[in-house]
């Protein structure tokens, strides 16, 4: 949440106010891999699920 959604909110309010702060900034490099990775497990259990395959 921080990363899309604070983080840039938080610069343009530094910016208008004219405050020399900056804000830490988190890599999420390897989030946007696990997220992909995570969907396309759920996708497949349920594709599993519907064909049957799987208890």
């Known amino acids: ?3 899309f ?3 840039p909110l ?3 309010l530094v910016a208008v106010r004219g405050l020399a ?3 830490p900034e988190i890599v999420t490099d390897n989030m ?3 997220v992909l990775a995570l969907l ?3 996708t497949l259990r349920s594709v599993e699920k ?3 395959r799987s208890k």
């Open 1 to 3: 949440m921080w990363a």
């Open 5 to 7: 959604i604070l983080h």
């Open 10 to 12: 938080f610069l343009w």
């Open 21 to 23: 702060i900056t804000p």
């Open 32 to 34: 946007m891999e696990l």
């Open 40 to 42: 396309g497990l759920g």
């Open 50 to 52: 519907m064909t049957g």
